[in-house]
């Protein structure tokens, strides 16, 4: 109803104020990473250069939660539970090069420092006060110990989460609206990913306007890309491997999620 009907609905007062708010997230976010990183004189929040070890643990970790995820998957579609086959089938193309996908994206050579970060970063955590954001909850992912909560990570790992919640939230609407009745000649899914897009995009302006720490979030567009879509494929394969524990009749998000960035990916690759 938000989004309007037709190929060229005009934008409502609802889809302005949330542009508003898009802005204005993307530039609490920027304040928050820049405040938590300016504390050299405490061990626990002091931001460290980013080294070899790190991405090649980061790298480790990915592969290893999609190695978890592909066996779940392969379990679960045995079992015939809630898993879209051909979408699975389809993610199963992209497992053997998804470690060298990875070490493209995130070289030994990224630079940049490390920092404490939220850990957990998603839209439920944005609290609205006003013409206003508040961001609220630190306690990071609550799948993770405690130590892997206070491991410092890129500003990236963030970013990645809100823009993976962004892309839940437009998925999530997208099922209420066919219970409701159909897609006519799909106009609503394209309404709603051209939304998706520009949410994610007036996110990205405000948080790049206010980030004024190169160190955080590299001033290299290239870089800054590559940096954030290792990060998008780590959340993503967390999301994948959550929602087969626990919700398993919402993995169809994830999945479309993980088939649209490696497909995106591997299309942009030399």
């Given amino acids: 109803r938000v989004l309007g009907s037709g190929d060229k609905a005009e934008q409502s007062e609802e889809q302005t104020?949330?542009?508003?708010?898009?802005?204005?997230?993307?530039?609490?976010?920027?304040?928050?990473?820049?405040?938590l990183a300016s504390r050299d004189d405490l061990e626990a929040f002091r931001p460290e250069p980013i080294t070899a070890d790190d991405v090649e643990a980061w790298i480790g970790d990915v592969t290893a939660r999609a190695a978890r995820v592909f066996a779940g998957l392969e379990r679960a579609a045995r079992?015939?539970?809630?898993?879209?086959?051909?979408?699975?089938?389809?993610?199963?193309?992209?497992?053997?090069?998804?470690?060298?996908?990875?070490?493209?994206?995130?070289?030994?050579?990224?630079?940049?420092?490390?920092?404490?970060?939220?850990?957990?970063?998603?839209?439920?955590?944005?609290?609205?006060?006003?013409?206003?954001?508040?961001?609220?909850?630190?306690?990071?992912?609550?799948?993770?110990?405690?130590?892997?909560?206070?491991?410092?990570?890129p500003a990236a790992r963030d970013i990645a989460g809100l823009i993976r919640s962004i892309d839940y939230s437009t998925s999530a609407a997208m099922q209420r609206a066919l219970q409701a009745g159909p897609d006519e000649h799909g106009h609503l899914a394209a309404r709603l990913?051209?939304?998706?897009?520009?949410?994610?995009?007036?996110?990205?302006?405000?948080?790049?306007?206010?980030?004024?720490?190169?160190?955080?979030?590299?001033?290299?567009?290239?870089?800054?890309?590559?940096?954030?879509?290792f990060f998008l494929i780590e959340k993503v394969f967390y999301e994948l491997e959550y929602e087969l524990a626990y919700r398993p009749e919402w993995l169809r998000v994830p999945l479309d999620g993980a088939l649209r960035l490696l497909?995106?990916?591997?299309?942009?690759?030399?």
Avoid at 123 to 134: W, Y
Avoid at 263 to 270: F, K, S, V
């Fill in 79 to 153: 079992a015939a539970k809630d898993v879209d086959t051909a979408m699975v089938e389809a993610l199963y193309g992209h497992r053997d090069g998804l470690a060298r996908r990875l070490a493209e994206l995130l070289d030994g050579s990224i630079g940049g420092l490390k920092a404490r970060h939220h850990g957990d970063l998603h839209l439920g955590q944005l609290l609205i006060v006003k013409d206003d954001i508040f961001i609220i909850d630190f306690e990071g992912e609550p799948r993770r110990s405690l130590a892997e909560r206070r491991h410092k990570a």
């Fill in 263 to 270: 497909g995106r990916i591997d299309e942009a690759a030399p």
């Fill in 193 to 229: 990913e051209a939304w998706k897009a520009d949410a994610i995009a007036k996110f990205l302006a405000g948080y790049r306007e206010t980030m004024k720490d190169d160190r955080l979030w590299p001033a290299d567009t290239g870089a800054a890309a590559r940096m954030l879509d």
């Fill in 17 to 35: 104020a949330y542009v508003r708010y898009m802005v204005q997230a993307g530039r609490r976010v920027a304040e928050m990473q820049m405040a």
